[in-house]
C-alpha cells in the first residue's frame, strides 16, 4: 500500500524566514512525488514534481529514497507563499500518472 | 484558457436523497479523475477515465457510487441515497494523457452537505 505522511498540520514563520514542508511516503516500488499547493480561494494545482528537478516560486524538493521523503523547501518565505500544500505520490510504474495519494496537507502561514 | 469546471459549486441535499455532481474538464483532455476530501484530510482517489472509459473505479466506496462520462468529455458521479458521511468537497481533474508525466489540472470542487 501507498502511504503520505505530511506530520505537520500547521506550520508558521516569518517572511524572510526559511521554510521546511515535510513529506514522508511509504511506497515498495519506484515513486513519483509532488508538491500540490492550493492558495485561498484557489483551486489545487501543481507546484512541482520531482522528475522535474526544477524550482517554482523559489521552492525546491529533493526525492531522498534513502528516507523515503519528499520535504519542501524554501530559503526566504514570502506572504505570498501563505497556503495549504499536499505532497502527493504516483505509485505506478512507468510513467503513468493517475491515482495520486495525498498527504493530509500542512498550512503555512508566513508572517509579516 | 477555460479550466476545468465543476457545478454545482456548492450543494446541500438531504439524507436518502440522490446527488449528481458535475465535471467539464479541459477541452482536449482524455484523462478525467474525480478524488474526495473530507474535512482535514487530503483529495483522496475514486476513479478515473481515458476518454469515455472507465479506467479504474477502485477508489469508489461502495455502490451508491457511481460516474460515467458518456462522450468522452463531460462527466457525472452520481451519489444515490446519500448519507451524512458522504459530505465533503468533490474535486475533479483532467489530464492531456495518462501515460507520461501529464499534470493533472483541479477543477474548483464542488462542496456537498448532506444533512
Known amino acids: 500500500a501507498q502511504r503520505v505522511t505530511q506530520p505537520e498540520k500547521l506550520l508558521s514563520v516569518f517572511k524572510g524566514a526559511p521554510v521546511e514542508l515535510k513529506c514522508n511516503y511509504s511506497?515498495?516500488?519506484?515513486?513519483?512525488l509532488f508538491w500540490y499547493v492550493q492558495y485561498s480561494r484557489q483551486r489545487l494545482q501543481l507546484l512541482l514534481r520531482?522528475?522535474s528537478r526544477e524550482s517554482i516560486k523559489g521552492f525546491t524538493a529533493d526525492l531522498n529514497k534513502g528516507e523515503t521523503s519528499f520535504h519542501l523547501k524554501k530559503p526566504f518565505a514570502q506572504e505570498e507563499d501563505s497556503a495549504m500544500y499536499y505532497c502527493a505520490l504516483n505509485g505506478n510504474s512507468g510513467g503513468s500518472n493517475y491515482k495520486l495519494t495525498f498527504g493530509k496537507g500542512t498550512l503555512l502561514t508566513v508572517n509579516p | 484558457g477555460a479550466g476545468v469546471s465543476q457545478s454545482p459549486r456548492y450543494k446541500v441535499t438531504k439524507r436518502g436523497q440522490d446527488v449528481a455532481l458535475r465535471c467539464d474538464p479541459i477541452s482536449g483532455h482524455v484523462s478525467l479523475y474525480w478524488y474526495r476530501q473530507a474535512l482535514g484530510q487530503g483529495p483522496e482517489f475514486l476513479t478515473y477515465f481515458n476518454y469515455e472509459a472507465q479506467q479504474d473505479k477502485s477508489g469508489l466506496p461502495n455502490d451508491r457510487f457511481s460516474a460515467e462520462r458518456p462522450e468522452g468529455s463531460i462527466s457525472t458521479l452520481t451519489i444515490q441515497r446519500t448519507e451524512q458521511r458522504d459530505s465533503a468537497m468533490y474535486r475533479c481533474?483532467?489530464?492531456?494523457?495518462?501515460?507520461?508525466?501529464?499534470?493533472?489540472?483541479f477543477g474548483p470542487g464542488t462542496r456537498l452537505t448532506v444533512t
Open positions: 481533474a483532467s489530464s492531456l494523457g495518462w501515460d507520461g508525466p501529464y499534470e493533472q489540472y
Open positions: 511506497y515498495s516500488g519506484s515513486p513519483e
Open positions: 520531482h522528475i
